[in-house]
């Protein structure tokens, strides 16, 4: 049985909003972000080279997340760090963040890109080589405000690349009939078939439930799959395992990646019409159940003889 070694991190308001506000946001960023549909841009300091890390997301959409969701100062978590970019959002917005990852080369790259040297916040990112399965042992009990995280794509990696999505000689790249799986650990959810990969992603979040704040949000970016001539919804693997863990469902936002994919090959032409999955992921928000209202019966008491 795992024994508790939290951390010492601080998870308290560094702001002057007032209680029972979400965030730190201001009203015209709110009303930009109900509308779910995003679309970011990569900056510099993004990793782009396969080679460091197959599955990276910009900087701007941690930052966006982070800015919705919480306040300067509180504790983000990434229970699948990989290459550290969400502790970087969490660095440029001045709140604490923690990332766990099964590999200590992922670990050694996030940690390095929110390295003390060049941190002038008031708070700490740091990642740690270490199970999701163990992280309500390493964090305090109520003490996280929001989860933003892009798991492995279930087994989605584990195969040789084909490319089908990229036009012409574009296919011959680099990347081509190659496997870009994180890892073959087997605790690497990056080599589960769907339905096992939702039973650990309900395994993983139902047991890491304490740790979070009563109004804490849980942000989970996935895509769905083409595999073996199917279409295999990852989106709602995730939903089904994360309402079997306990919590609701509240929100859909869609990360247009239009801007980012060029050069886009003719998928199925002209017989089998298939939507480009390389073109928009999913963003699935959940929250903790509301509190269970109880109710006291009082019973009449009995007229004296």
């Given amino acids: 049985m795992?024994?508790?070694?939290?951390?010492?991190?601080?998870?308290?308001?560094?702001?002057?909003?007032?209680?029972?506000?979400?965030?730190?946001i201001a009203a015209k960023d709110w009303m930009k972000n109900q509308i779910g549909v995003w679309q970011f841009n990569y900056e510099p300091r993004d990793i782009r080279d396969k080679k460091v890390h197959p599955a990276?997301?910009?900087?701007?959409?941690?930052?966006?997340?982070i800015e919705q969701f919480t306040h300067k100062g509180e504790l983000v978590l990434d229970p699948f760090v990989g290459s550290g970019t969400t502790l970087l959002a969490a660095q440029d917005l001045d709140r604490n963040a923690v990332g766990f990852d099964l590999q200590q080369e992922y670990v050694d790259l996030a940690n390095a890109r929110v390295s003390t040297l060049f941190a002038k916040g008031r708070c700490k990112q740091l990642a740690l080589c270490e199970?999701?399965?163990?992280?309500?042992?390493?964090i305090a009990p109520g003490t996280v405000k929001l989860v933003f995280t892009s798991p492995p794509y279930a087994n989605m990696l584990n195969r040789k690349r084909k490319n089908k999505s990229r036009r012409g000689d574009l296919r011959?790249?680099?990347?081509f009939d190659?496997?870009?799986?994180?890892?073959?650990d087997p605790r690497d959810l990056g080599t589960l078939a769907a339905n096992d990969f939702e039973k650990a992603i309900a395994e993983i979040f139902r047991a890491m439930m304490p740790v979070f704040e009563p109004k804490a949000h849980i942000l989970i970016n996935i895509t769905d799959a083409w595999m073996d001539g199917e279409r295999v919804p990852l989106h709602i693997n995730i939903i089904h395992a994360m309402c079997s863990a306990g919590y609701q469902f509240r929100n859909t936002i869609i990360w247009d990646r239009r801007n980012l994919v060029n050069n886009i090959g003719i998928f199925g032409w002209p017989s089998s019409y298939i939507t480009m999955g390389t073109t928009f992921e999913y963003l699935l928000d959940f929250t903790?159940?509301?509190p269970q209202k109880t109710t006291v019966k009082i019973q009449k008491q009995k007229d004296a003889p």
């Fill in 2 to 24: 795992p024994t508790t070694d939290f951390i010492e991190i601080e998870h308290t308001r560094l702001c002057d909003c007032k209680e029972g506000l979400l965030s730190c």
């Fill in 56 to 65: 990276v997301f910009p900087i701007a959409m941690a930052k966006r997340v």
């Fill in 131 to 138: 199970d999701a399965r163990n992280i309500q042992n390493r």
């Fill in 172 to 175: 011959q790249n680099e990347q």
């Fill in 178 to 184: 190659q496997i870009e799986q994180y890892s073959q």
């Fill in 288 to 290: 903790l159940p509301p």
